[in-house]
């Protein structure tokens, strides 16, 4: 079994609890409230704003062209196609570009966004992919799973986003994440490999954190 596959299997609750969370569930029967849809885009872009900077780090942390390039090509893809979703979702919102950069994180976007990069900034490269693997995995596997929901890819509000997060694109750069972390994983001592296991789970945790904070609008008290 490669490491990836042990990693789902092991964490197989925190795993579905991404997939299963109501606001997940909701945006692909497209009854999600449009005030949280709303908030979660915010987050996300400022979210995405230091999430783009782990991609950077990687390329700097590649041992050979053929890595370095496929982390630009991820970064570009996030700064250029994913982000542009959110830039025209932010429009048909009536949110200006500016208002999107100058938001305030909320606790939990700057939680894990700087968990990831402090994971990024103090390890090796496969702490860097097993940190970044559950975004990248996760958003494919609902972008897939919410593609086989009634009506899904073409509702109005949700549609786009639902057809960025199941295209073969992001699936192409998604796949490159796992192939990645298993072939980091290879030769890795056992305390290695629980290390990477505790970033996966951590970030994959926070997955379902933000979805929760999306979902109940969460800043600070
Ligand atoms: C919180 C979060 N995690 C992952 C993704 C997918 N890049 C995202 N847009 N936002």
Not at 174 to 183: G, N, P, R, V
Request: charged share 20%; aromatic share 14%; net charge negative.
């Amino acid at each position: 079994m490669s490491f990836t596959q042990h990693l789902v299997q092991k964490y197989q609750h925190e795993w579905q609890q991404t997939q299963q969370h109501p606001f997940v569930q909701e945006l692909g029967r497209g009854t999600l409230d449009r005030n949280k849809f709303r908030f979660y885009m915010i987050q996300d872009y400022l979210y995405l704003i230091d999430y783009a900077k782990l991609f950077a780090l990687g390329a700097i942390k590649a041992p050979d062209l053929t890595t370095m390039s496929e982390f630009s090509a991820s970064l570009s893809n996030i700064l250029h196609e994913e982000m542009g979703i959110h830039r025209s979702y932010a429009a048909r919102f009536g949110i200006t570009k500016e208002e999107l950069e100058q938001a305030e994180p909320s606790p939990i976007t700057l939680a894990y966004s700087h968990y990831m990069l402090h994971v990024a900034q103090n390890g090796g490269l496969a702490e860097l992919t097993a940190a970044l693997l559950p975004c990248m995995w996760s958003y494919w596997e609902i972008g897939r799973m919410l593609k086989e929901f009634p009506g899904a890819v073409d509702h109005p509000d949700y549609g786009e986003w639902v057809r960025g997060y199941s295209s073969d694109e992001f699936g192409q750069h998604a796949q490159w994440c796992i192939s990645l972390m298993d072939q980091l994983a290879v030769g890795k001592s056992e305390s290695e490999l629980a290390r990477l296991e505790t970033i996966f789970l951590n970030t994959t945790r926070y997955e379902t954190l933000f979805w929760e904070m999306s979902y109940q609008q969460q800043m600070w008290l």
